[in-house]
């Protein structure tokens, strides 16, 4: 079953197009890492997932129903980030008491426990909390809400390593004691990735690539060597990253469909292949096309 379904989705914010015509399905019960670059529209897009605001046009079902101001979905989904804006005359205790009120199968059990874990006081009040601590408190929140849809949008923001990687580690027991969809939204995808069933990256306002991980992990090479042989191998295909190694030398990325002896060929000419992380690429499919920084001094050096 698909939990979401959208199909020519776009918002604009006044003149500013962020969604141009995005078009996806997530299935139910999977982890899908949302990642994109700084303004690129995630934050927009989970948020009309999530019923908070409407898109501009385009068709959108969440758990079968059009989302925005819909209890059904509310009920069933959630989405935590570190703008959550919780009871101010509630502590913590009674916050999450009030949320298993509401959330069928809120898990307070849990959340009690996790907040012994990571030292929060219970009687503590949201407002008081620490960056970190804001960011661990949501967390439990949506962890132990337990809901079919479970959005987090950069959840990790001002945790330190440690509770990031607790965090992580909860939320994979969690997900595999109580399979649900879950969506994250992170720029450390080398973080994440081994939780990660599927990633959707976003650019330029589209879904620019939606797969497994595990095909991710696959599907560019990396290719090192004398210019002219690099330059031979590589004629006609889409090179989504290259640098300069030395005299004469070059690297450069590109998807992945060679054959098998087209690889060894190469390689009896010299050529070295190098797997790309899946943060490499999407580092390098999401470039500005700007060059990189050192650009940006080089050409101040030379005024
Ligand atoms: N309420 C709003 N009014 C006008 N413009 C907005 C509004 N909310 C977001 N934007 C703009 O929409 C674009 C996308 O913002 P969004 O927060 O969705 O990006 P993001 O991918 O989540 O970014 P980041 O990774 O930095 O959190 C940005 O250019 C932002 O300035």
Request: aromatic share 8%; with cysteine.
């Amino acid at each position: 079953m698909n939990v979401i379904e959208c199909s020519n989705l776009v918002k604009r914010y006044g003149s500013k197009s962020v969604l141009n015509n995005m078009s996806f399905t997530i299935q139910e019960n999977k982890i899908t890492g949302l990642i994109g670059r700084n303004g690129v529209g995630k934050t927009t897009l989970l948020k009309i997932i999530a019923g908070f605001i409407h898109q501009t046009s385009g068709e959108l079902k969440v758990l079968g129903k059009s989302p925005f101001n819909n209890l059904f979905v509310s009920a069933n989904s959630i989405f935590i980030d570190d703008q959550m804006t919780l009871p101010p005359a509630l502590n913590l205790g009674q916050i999450l008491e009030e949320a298993a009120r509401f959330y069928e199968n809120f898990d307070l059990e849990l959340a009690l426990r996790l907040l012994d874990y990571f030292a929060i006081d219970a009687y503590q009040y949201h407002n008081n909390l620490s960056k970190g601590m804001t960011s661990t408190f949501n967390m439990i929140f949506g962890l132990s809400a337990h809901c079919a849809l479970t959005i987090f949008d950069e959840p990790t923001t001002g945790m330190d390593a440690a509770v990031r990687k607790d965090f992580y580690r909860a939320l994979l027991k969690d997900y595999i004691a109580f399979p649900r969809t879950i969506i994250i939204s992170s720029h450390h995808l080398e973080e994440i990735e081994d939780l990660l069933e599927d990633v959707m990256l976003v650019k330029d306002g589209d879904i620019h690539l939606h797969m497994p991980i595990s095909e991710l992990k696959e599907w560019a090479i990396g290719v090192q060597g004398k210019k002219s042989v690099v330059a031979n191998l590589t004629n006609e295909k889409d090179i989504i990253y290259q640098k300069e190694v030395g005299v004469d030398q070059v690297y450069a990325v590109m998807k992945n469909d060679f054959e098998e002896m087209e690889i060894e060929q190469a390689r009896q000419k010299g050529l070295k292949f190098s797997p790309i992380s899946c943060n490499d690429i999407c580092v390098y499919l999401t470039n500005r096309g700007k060059g990189g920084i050192d650009d940006v001094f080089s050409r101040s050096e030379h005024n």
